[in-house]
């Protein structure tokens, strides 16, 4: 049965749906003067997250899909903070007031690529143009083989209380295959330093379905991952997309495992991570126990957003940097990606809006649908179009991609609510696309749905 619904659902290209709409409906029409006007329309005391960008590393994993750049000089990494830190300015005084600060991610590339001093001042930058609660979380995503132990100081002392580090896989053939070589002693090492450092949070990114990786690789690596004791783990299915990323040329495609092997890798890893005594949280995230969001799972709160799983429930979401993606009660906006045009309209004095989206009554509704798809596996859609002011049967009647899925038996509906059972819930994003007005079937810019 499992291996059936692999072959059929399994090779499809959909998002991961960490948006609704997706990044590729964003047009030129929502531009800079359409999110100046988004963000002074909201609230001073609203909760709001950050999302600063650092789109720098040492060197070039072949694997990786975000918007990043090689540099092994420090100048271009040094100028780019100066642009970012004017954009925080222009950004603070365009909303025209002091927004209250929940949550602060700083992604990348390699975020601790920059100076201790740096961080700091970015950090006490923010401070001073913001509002930050004493229980704001701010995390940052790390590259381990590049950690030192003052920059770990440095995070700490700057009030950082998570962080996530590219583990991906400790198989060095699979390292070689990737060009990511990164010892079990490097991370062990960063680890250590964090915790010393007080912070207390650690989060690994592990990926299956990488080059010459096997079930038995992936079990080793998830056990030496455990034996680090991270708080949560987040498990990805690589997306060979060479078309997009044209670096991922580098990877053999030869050595990339069906639908079937990169199942079977997902659910060995899910297995030895449960065994350990992690919870399984949404698609591709695990957590112990006393985790925060094995409690959001438990009571119907849990979250998902551009950095996957969460428990950041901020409706507005500001996003600094090239290419970052902001969210506001109105609908989203992406900066410019290219540093070099980032850097032009912030020295202009506009925003980096280069395209968003405006949502609609409908897309809120349908966001509403496939986050708690994604989230819990099921979703009242009767009691969610109520709530919005819908008639469900304009989301259920005629809807082939539903009626095939039950008929698969993946899914089960009952009175407007529609359960995922448990061994399917590999095939969840082709359940969610059900719900989704904008697909594009061609699928080039998406990963396989399992």
């Known amino acids: 049965m499992k291996t059936a619904i692999l072959e059929k659902y399994g090779e499809a290209r959909l998002p991961r749906y960490t948006s609704y709409p997706t990044a590729p409906r964003f047009s030129p029409e929502t531009d800079a003067s359409t999110y100046a006007g988004w963000l002074r329309a909201t609230p001073a005391d609203a909760g709001v997250s950050l999302y600063l960008?650092?789109?720098?590393?040492?060197?070039?994993?072949?694997?990786?899909?975000?918007?990043?750049?090689?540099?092994?000089?420090?100048?271009?990494?040094?100028?780019?903070?100066?642009?970012?830190?004017?954009?925080?300015?222009?950004?603070?005084?365009?909303?025209?007031?002091?927004?209250?600060?929940?949550?602060?991610?700083?992604?990348?590339?390699?975020?601790?690529?920059?100076?201790?001093?740096?961080?700091?001042?970015?950090?006490?930058?923010?401070?001073?143009?913001?509002?930050?609660?004493?229980r704001s979380e701010i995390a940052v995503?790390?590259?381990?083989?590049?950690?030192?132990?003052?920059?770990?100081?440095?995070?700490?002392?700057?009030?950082?209380?998570?962080?996530?580090?590219?583990?991906?896989?400790?198989?060095?053939?699979?390292?070689?295959?990737?060009?990511?070589?990164?010892?079990?002693?490097?991370?062990?090492?960063?680890?250590?330093?964090?915790?010393?450092a007080g912070t207390p949070n650690i989060n690994f990114d592990l990926i299956y379905g990488l080059p010459?990786?096997?079930?038995?690789?992936?079990?080793?690596?998830?056990?030496?991952?455990?034996?680090?004791?991270?708080?949560?783990l987040a498990v990805f299915g690589y997306a060979h997309i060479p078309s997009f990323k044209k670096h991922q040329r580098m990877i053999d495609e030869a050595a990339l495992a069906g639908s079937?092997?990169?199942?079977?890798?997902?659910?060995?890893?899910?297995?030895?991570?449960?065994?350990?005594?992690?919870?399984?949280?949404?698609?591709?995230?695990?957590?112990?126990?006393?985790?925060?969001?094995?409690?959001?799972?438990?009571?119907?709160?849990?979250?998902?957003?551009?950095?996957?799983?969460?428990?950041?429930?901020?409706?507005?979401?500001?996003?600094?940097?090239?290419?970052?993606?902001?969210?506001?009660?109105?609908?989203?906006?992406?900066?410019?990606?290219?540093?070099?045009?980032?850097?032009?309209?912030?020295s202009a004095g506009t925003l980096a809006t280069v395209k968003g989206y405006r949502l609609t009554v409908e897309d809120r509704l349908r966001a509403a649908i496939i986050e708690r798809l994604m989230c819990d596996f099921a979703v009242d859609v009767t009691g969610l179009c109520g709530r919005h002011g819908f008639d469900p049967g304009l989301l259920l009647d005629g809807n082939a991609g539903l009626s095939m899925l039950q008929e698969d038996g993946v899914i089960d509906i009952d009175d407007g609510v529609i359960h995922v059972r448990q061994e399917q819930r590999f095939v969840i994003r082709a359940v969610a696309a059900c719900f989704d007005a904008y697909l594009d079937h061609s699928g080039r810019t998406h990963s396989r749905a399992a």
């Not at 979401?317 to 506001?328: D, F, K, N, P, Q």
């Open 260 to 346: 079937r092997e990169r199942d079977e890798q997902a659910e060995a890893i899910a297995e030895t991570l449960a065994a350990a005594g992690y919870r399984r949280i949404g698609l591709d995230h695990y957590a112990r126990p006393d985790d925060a969001m094995v409690g959001a799972q438990a009571d119907g709160t849990l979250k998902r957003n551009f950095q996957g799983y969460t428990t950041d429930s901020c409706e507005t979401l500001i996003g600094l940097g090239a290419s970052a993606i902001g969210r506001t009660h109105h609908g989203y906006v992406q900066n410019e990606v290219p540093p070099g045009g980032y850097a032009r309209r912030i």
């Open 141 to 196: 995503e790390i590259d381990p083989r590049t950690l030192s132990a003052e920059m770990a100081a440095a995070l700490g002392d700057s009030g950082v209380r998570r962080t996530s580090l590219g583990v991906q896989s400790f198989d060095p053939r699979v390292q070689a295959a990737i060009n990511r070589v990164q010892s079990v002693e490097q991370t062990a090492d960063a680890v250590a330093n964090l915790r010393a």
């Open 212 to 232: 010459h990786q096997s079930v038995a690789s992936c079990v080793e690596t998830a056990e030496q991952a455990i034996a680090l004791k991270p708080d949560r």
């Open 53 to 134: 960008h650092i789109p720098f590393c040492r060197s070039m994993c072949w694997y990786c899909g975000c918007h990043t750049l090689i540099s092994q000089k420090d100048q271009p990494i040094l100028d780019y903070l100066a642009v970012l830190s004017a954009e925080i300015r222009l950004v603070a005084d365009t909303a025209e007031k002091e927004l209250a600060i929940e949550h602060v991610h700083f992604g990348g590339g390699t975020p601790t690529i920059m100076q201790p001093r740096e961080f700091i001042g970015l950090m006490a930058l923010l401070r001073e143009h913001f509002a930050f609660a004493t």
